[in-house]
Every structure is written in structure tokens, then in C-alpha cells.
């Protein structure tokens, strides 16, 4: 399975941007790269996704690197209900549906 | 985007018993996933379930121990047989809609 490496933790303070970073190297070209995250005692959420281009959302804004080995996701005012597990994961095009989630990055905001 | 409910929402099982964790989708899917979550740790997928086929297993689960049913197009079950306190987790349904995967609030179970 294509793995995403992420860093364990990250802490923000409130209303400033927050960078989560993901590794991707082994991606291959019709790999999509998605977000989700998790706030506590709830099942994960949809957050973005991208294949090549930059993407963005009323979340989020996803940069995806030139090779496509890594991406970021960001976030561009964090607020205390964005204190959550963030998981990078790709959905790889010769496996159909699967999400296969790593350990993610847990996010913790400062007021 | 797609509503997904399970029930129960959380239960306390004996070992040795079983128990059948519903999910309901709002709209007909055609993948659905079921997750375990332990304690602490992250979602790792236990099977696929497409509807009019049999459910395809993750290395380290089984049908005898896990058994899925997928009868139409907004509804699984996904059974836990013979519980040992192991089983002690959340469980989470999926399904995408269509390019988004949307995840169910989970069942916690507890296995005394």
C-alpha cells in the first residue's frame, strides 16, 4: 500500500495559519491525495482532495509539490474547533474505493 | 453529500456473544467500507462491501469473525461473533458519494 508520513503533532495558535505536511513519495500518477479529519468521539470528516493542481475549498487549500511526492494541507485561520487528527491519504486508482490511514497529525490550537 | 447513521451508537457485550452493527446511507452507494478504530489509534479497514457480491477481507480479518451483509444500496451489517475483550472498539461504516467517503458517527463497543 502507498504510505503518507506525516508528523505525529503540531500545534497552532488561534486565527493564524497552520501548514500540515504529508510525504508521499511512492505516489503514482492516478493517485489522488485526500484530507479528512477527525475531531474527538466523532468519525472522520471530509476535508479536500487533489490529483495535480493546487485546490481549494471553504475548509482548506491543498498545495500539492511539483512531483507530487508531497502536499500540504492549509489552514488559513486555525479556530479552537480545528483542534483535530488530520490524516493524509491516498486513494489509489488500482485499488478502487480503499482508504488505507496512516497515524496522522494531531492538531492542537492555542487560544 | 451523503447522511450516513449506525446503531447502535454504543453498547457493553459479554464475551463469548455477538453483536450486529447496523448502517444506514441517505442515498444508494455503491462501495461501502466498515472500519475499526482501538483505543488511541487510527481507522484500519476491516472489509469492503459492494452490494450483490461478497465482502472482500483486509489481511488479518475474516468472514467467520467479521460476516458482512450488503442487501441493497443503502444499507450494511457488519456482525462481531464471538467477542473477546480485543474487540473493544469503535466501529465505523463508509461509503463514497461519489467522490467524497463519507463516514458514519461509529458504534462503540465495549467487551467485558
Known amino acids: 500500500d502507498a504510505k503518507t508520513t506525516q508528523p505525529n503533532s503540531m500545534e497552532s495558535n488561534e486565527e493564524e495559519p497552520v501548514h500540515l505536511p504529508c510525504n508521499h513519495s511512492t505516489i503514482s500518477g492516478t493517485d489522488y491525495i485526500h484530507w479528512y479529519r477527525q475531531l474527538p468521539s466523532q468519525g472522520p470528516e471530509y476535508v479536500i482532495h487533489?490529483?495535480?493542481s493546487n485546490v481549494n475549498n471553504r475548509m482548506a487549500s491543498l498545495a500539492i509539490a511539483e512531483d507530487r511526492k508531497s502536499s500540504t494541507l492549509i489552514l488559513h485561520r486555525a479556530t479552537l474547533r480545528d483542534a483535530a487528527v488530520y490524516y493524509c491519504?491516498?486513494?489509489?486508482?488500482?485499488?478502487?474505493?480503499?482508504?488505507?490511514f496512516g497515524q496522522g497529525t494531531e492538531l492542537s490550537v492555542k487560544p | 453529500s451523503a447522511v450516513i447513521s449506525q446503531k447502535p451508537s454504543r453498547d457493553i457485550c459479554q464475551r463469548g456473544t455477538s453483536l450486529t452493527i447496523q448502517c444506514q446511507v441517505d442515498s444508494q452507494v455503491t462501495m461501502m467500507f466498515w472500519y475499526r478504530q482501538q483505543p488511541g489509534q487510527s481507522l484500519t479497514l476491516i472489509a469492503t462491501?459492494?452490494?450483490?457480491?461478497?465482502?472482500?477481507?483486509e489481511s488479518g480479518f475474516v468472514i467467520d469473525k467479521f460476516p458482512i451483509s450488503r442487501p441493497n444500496l443503502t444499507f450494511s451489517t457488519l456482525t462481531v461473533s464471538n467477542m473477546s475483550p480485543e474487540d473493544s472498539s469503535i466501529y465505523l461504516c463508509?461509503?463514497?458519494?461519489?467522490?467524497?467517503?463519507?463516514f458514519g458517527p461509529g458504534t462503540r463497543l465495549t467487551v467485558l
Open positions: 462491501a459492494n452490494q450483490g457480491s461478497e465482502a472482500t477481507y
Open positions: 487533489g490529483l495535480t
Open positions: 491519504i491516498l486513494r489509489l486508482y488500482n485499488q478502487g474505493g480503499k482508504l488505507i
Open positions: 463508509s461509503a463514497w458519494d461519489p467522490d467524497t467517503q463519507y
